[in-house]
């Protein structure tokens, strides 16, 4: 009997240690689970996300749809508000389908590793549309410019009944001056190349160009509207371009009884006055273009700007030789360096060019006539930061955002083969095309502006 106890005993105490080895086993493996489904807030968003940090500062907008060169995005972008939120799985598609999209709406979403973060909206000028590249730069400064007349047919009146009514932005610079020259546009605008910006100018050069330029002279496009109206209800303006279409025309006379008439680059005016007038109040021009017209046209007769009492110079910089040489002009002294060392500006603009007849149009106008007027093909190639309007484009754009009333002669009409390159060719010279400029879609588009009664072209019939 006292053997079959022990035994028992021993059997229990075996059994106890070994129930005891089990469980602690167990309590070393991990626990079993079931796999997670991803969540928005683990999910990367294709394409968008990376440029996040640009969009905070930037927005962009869509090509118009009659310029577009490809078929226009469909993808809508998502606005997620806490209460409005959807399952993981939801969120997760919606991002995937946006391909980083600006909001047409209040706010947007921006998906990270801590869920979607709600975006305040900016106070910028530009419409709706899926976001494009930074080079894009759809966002511009603003200023209040109150108009010069109360003409009642006047551009500005009419353009929200036509087709660039979302276009048209009537309260952007055309001109940059003094004002302009701060840090803070420095830094914003510094992102963009040529004309549409002030890449490679550094701020020092900036500021003293710009501190020239600080009258109201050189913030109006049209400076003397008081003293040249004679009471006139809407200012008139006529647009020149050099087109062969001005040969044999007669207009010089019509030309010339507009209040102001702008000229641009190889403006050869003796000798054609019948056909392009003989007045020059604006004459829009970059440094490089003036001294490629005086090389090209010196033969047929083209020496320099205009020069008259009236005549305004209106600089398209392209780089800082714009910049220096607006800076000798308005000083009087020898361009300081760059390919126009030494030279004086007097031989250029005359000896009574003065401060207040020396203007420089705003990079963000340029920017704008590109993204919203002129947004070509070629901006989706390698060569697209050499493209920009033509500086005839740029020249009738801005007397569309100016003018009351805009007669364009000597511009690209749908039979432009029909005509020489200029009006002064003296044989038959066919238009050339460059992948800077696209002529095709600026004929295009003063055909358009001519059929919206936004401007007068003169075609031959």
């Known amino acids: 009997?006292?053997?079959?106890?022990?035994?028992?005993?021993?059997?229990?105490?075996?059994?106890?240690?070994?129930?005891?080895?089990?469980?602690?086993?167990?309590?070393d493996k991990p626990l079993a689970t079931a796999p997670l489904k991803p969540s928005s807030s683990s999910t990367r968003a294709p394409s968008g996300s990376s440029r996040d940090s640009e969009t905070s500062r930037d927005q962009w907008t869509h090509q118009p749809p009659e310029l577009s060169s490809g078929p226009a995005p469909t993808g809508k972008t998502q606005t997620t508000t806490a209460a409005q939120r959807k399952p993981a799985e939801d969120d997760a598609s919606k991002s995937s389908s946006r391909s980083d999209g600006a909001d047409s709406t209040s706010t947007r979403t921006r998906t990270g590793t801590k869920g979607p973060v709600i975006?305040?909206?900016?106070?910028?000028?530009?419409?709706?549309?899926?976001?494009?590249s930074p080079f894009i730069g759809d966002t511009y400064m603003s200023e209040d410019m109150p108009p010069q007349t109360d003409c009642p047919g006047s551009i500005r009146s009419?353009?929200?009944?036509?087709e660039f009514s979302g276009r048209f932005l009537k309260h952007i610079p055309v001109l940059q001056s003094a004002q302009h020259a701060t840090r803070e546009q420095h830094q914003r605008l510094s992102r963009y190349p040529g004309t549409h910006g002030w890449e490679g100018i550094d701020y020092e050069t900036l500021v003293e160009t710009l501190s020239v330029l600080n009258s109201s002279a050189n913030r109006r496009l049209l400076d003397d509207w008081k003293q040249r109206g004679n009471d006139s209800e809407c200012v008139r303006c006529a647009v020149v371009?050099?087109?062969?279409?001005?040969?044999?025309?007669?207009?010089?006379?019509e030309i010339d009884g507009h209040h102001y008439v702008f000229r641009t680059n190889g403006a050869i005016i003796k000798g054609f006055e019948p056909d392009v007038g003989s007045r020059t109040t604006h004459y829009t021009f970059s440094t490089n273009t003036m001294r490629n017209s005086m090389r090209?046209?010196?033969?047929?007769g083209y020496r320099g700007p205009p020069q008259s009492k009236e005549t305004r110079y209106v600089f398209l910089p392209d780089n800082e030789r714009d910049y220096l040489l607006m800076k000798a002009a308005a000083t009087h002294t020898p361009v300081e360096r760059g390919p126009e060392q030494a030279?004086?500006?007097?031989?250029?603009?005359?000896?009574?060019?003065?401060?207040?007849?020396?203007?420089m149009y705003h990079p963000d106008f340029i920017r704008y006539l590109r993204n919203r007027f002129l947004r070509s093909k070629v901006l989706k190639t390698k060569y697209k930061a050499g493209y920009r309007p033509s500086t005839g484009a740029v020249m009738l754009l801005a007397a569309l955002h100016t003018c009351d009333q805009v007669s364009a002669y000597g511009f690209m009409t749908?039979?432009?083969r029909k005509y020489s390159d200029h009006y002064y060719d003296r044989s038959?010279?066919?238009?050339?095309?460059?992948?800077?400029?696209?002529?095709?879609?600026?004929?295009?588009?003063?055909?358009?502006?001519?059929?919206?009664?936004?401007?007068?072209?003169y075609m031959r019939q």
């Open 241 to 253: 371009g050099n087109g062969g279409i001005l040969k044999d025309s007669e207009k010089g006379e």
């Open 158 to 162: 009419r353009v929200s009944q036509t």
């Open 1 to 27: 009997m006292a053997l079959q106890r022990k035994l028992t005993l021993c059997a229990l105490t075996v059994g106890f240690l070994l129930c005891v080895y089990m469980l602690c086993v167990n309590l």
């Open 296 to 300: 090209a046209y010196g033969a047929a």
């Open 428 to 457: 038959y010279r066919p238009v050339g095309f460059f992948v800077n400029h696209d002529l095709h879609l600026e004929t295009s588009l003063w055909q358009q502006l001519h059929r919206a009664g936004l401007i007068r072209l």
């Open 343 to 359: 030279k004086d500006p007097c031989s250029y603009f005359g000896e009574d060019v003065s401060v207040e007849k020396l203007k």
């Open 414 to 416: 749908p039979d432009y």
């Open 119 to 132: 975006l305040q909206p900016k106070q910028i000028l530009q419409t709706n549309g899926p976001t494009e």
